[in-house]
């Protein structure tokens, strides 16, 4: 049973559903200058983002990261580092801004609610 979709309409009431799209890494490539350029492979998804709970913060707080943290929930699964699956470093793309997936909060068989945190793009 995805809970996720039954409550998602009375929330979206409140706090509208953002389209988007993840991109999943899929490795990388090497530039003729020896750099590597990573590869994703993009899933296009509505997104819930909330503010991180109290528990949240908690289950975060060891990570050691600073700057903008969100709470997201999305159909489907996604990844954290995962270094076990040498899987890791996907991003979700919310209204052009490109947040890092750095913590599953909770993951079931037809969504997950995971932290993000907000990077500062090409320079």
Known sequence: MNLHNIVSGAVGIVNPHSPGEIRVSAGYDI???GKQIPKYIT??????????????LQH???LNIQGILKAAYVNGNFNAVNRPRQQGGDLLIINGEEWLIV???EEW???CKFAVTLQRGEQ
């Open 109 to 111: 068989p037809d969504w």
């Open 60 to 62: 975060t707080n060891g």
């Open 103 to 105: 913590q599953i909060l």
């Open 43 to 56: 899933t296009p998804v509505t997104a819930q983002i909330q503010p991180l709970t109290f528990t949240d």
């Open 31 to 33: 530039a003729p200058s």
